[in-house]
């Protein structure tokens, strides 16, 4: 049987896109799947569980998306384009700019004008920014209307990203919406992000290095509900969601050093007296462009589709935990990428 809708998906050797990939596969089985990903040091093939990598309906495309004729060709194939593609890691962003703009900007103008080539066919373009275009929350909590004051070189090339998408909304009415993902956790994830970090230094013994006095506050979501909320805007009535933005988190914050804090009482196997809070040490000065407060207003995702937090953020920590225990030949050679230099103010070089 001919599958009935092709879905592109760029940088779905990753965490998010290997996650979401994996979601659709299992919940439309019988459409036909493209993954155009560049393979940098952040992506891996074997993300790509083997069931999908080997079936008939899907392909996997090595390419950049800066690639026009590569990214031209496929969404010419495509009904559904997932834009997922990026430099992600805010810390390296500092230590080197420039793949950051090449990637996520440059990048998701290649995709947006093909999709505006073949809009006849896409049915729908969505595009995974981030909340990090917020920058520090002017209010408690953040919705879709907060400005956007990036913080970060990464910030800044999502934000610059995200308006171009809208842009090209505004100008040849591409079918696209935008999602901003706060930040997100599960399985696959690299470690040079925060909870991969501290889940494998606790699995090697070693202390959980936490930057400044971990009092900084991120809105941390377990993978599988960003899954849910990408099917429910790939598959709305096009009224509903189309040159729209949706914020996709928790609704809630949690201090960098209670993450730390936790994974240690889970870890430790045992009751709260046995943990050993002095094995983490808050050793690392802040690092600049950090934003402190940083939380979702998820009010619009809810009216609209109807969508959910569903997993806590202690039940995706055990399952996001028991990955990387019966994991460690995928991480143990991405263990020299956990901390990145960067110059502080005062030129002072500090490991993140
Ligand atoms: N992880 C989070 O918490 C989070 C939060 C909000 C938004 N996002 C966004 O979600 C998306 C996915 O994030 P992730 O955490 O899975 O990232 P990741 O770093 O794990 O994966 C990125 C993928 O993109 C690929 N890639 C990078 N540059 C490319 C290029 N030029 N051409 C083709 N492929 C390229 C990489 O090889 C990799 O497979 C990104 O757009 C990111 O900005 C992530």
Not at 172 to 189: C, E
Request: proline content about 5%; glycine content about 8%; some cysteine.
């Amino acid at each position: 049987m001919e599958p009935t809708k092709t879905v592109l998906m760029t940088g779905a050797a990753g965490f998010i896109g290997s996650y979401v990939l994996d979601y659709f596969f299992t919940r439309h089985p019988e459409w036909r799947y493209l993954v155009l990903d560049a393979l940098t040091y952040a992506g891996d093939f074997r993300n790509i569980p083997s069931r999908i990598a080997s079936a008939p309906n899907f392909r996997f495309i090595y390419g950049d998306v800066r690639n026009a004729k590569v990214v031209e060709q496929l969404v010419a194939q495509s009904h559904i384009v997932i834009h997922f593609a990026a430099e992600t890691h805010v810390t390296r962003s500092i230590h080197d700019d420039s793949p950051f703009f090449e990637s996520d900007v440059i990048g998701t103008q290649r995709v947006a004008n093909a999709v505006a080539a073949h809009r006849d066919t896409v049915e729908r373009f969505i595009h995974i920014s981030t909340s990090e275009v917020y920058g520090t929350a002017l209010q408690p909590l953040m919705n879709e209307d907060h400005p956007l004051i990036p913080q970060s070189p990464y910030a800044a090339a999502k934000a610059g990203a995200d308006r171009l998408v809208m842009a090209y909304y505004l100008t040849y009415k591409i079918p696209a919406v935008i999602i901003r993902p706060f930040n997100m956790f599960g399985p696959r994830q690299h470690l040079e992000k925060v909870i991969p970090r501290f889940i494998t230094s606790c699995i090697l013994g070693e202390p959980l290095t936490v930057h400044g006095t971990g009092e900084s506050q991120r809105d941390f979501s377990y993978v599988s509900d960003l899954a849910r909320a990408i099917e429910l805007a790939a598959l709305a009535p096009a009224g509903l969601v189309v040159g729209e933005v949706f914020n996709v988190g928790a609704g809630a914050g949690i201090a960098i050093r209670q993450i730390a804090e936790l994974i240690l009482q889970e870890m430790a196997g045992g009751a709260a007296s046995e943990i050993n809070f002095t094995s983490y040490a808050l050793n690392v000065g802040d690092r600049p462009g950090q934003v402190f407060r940083h939380t979702a207003d998820t009010g619009k995702i809810q009216r609209v589709l109807g969508w959910q937090p569903e997993v806590s953020f202690r039940e995706g920590l055990r399952q996001t935990i028991d990955w990387y225990r019966a994991n460690e030949d995928w991480w143990r050679s991405k263990l020299w990428m956990r901390v990145v230099p960067i110059e502080t103010e005062g030129g002072k070089i500090e490991l993140h």
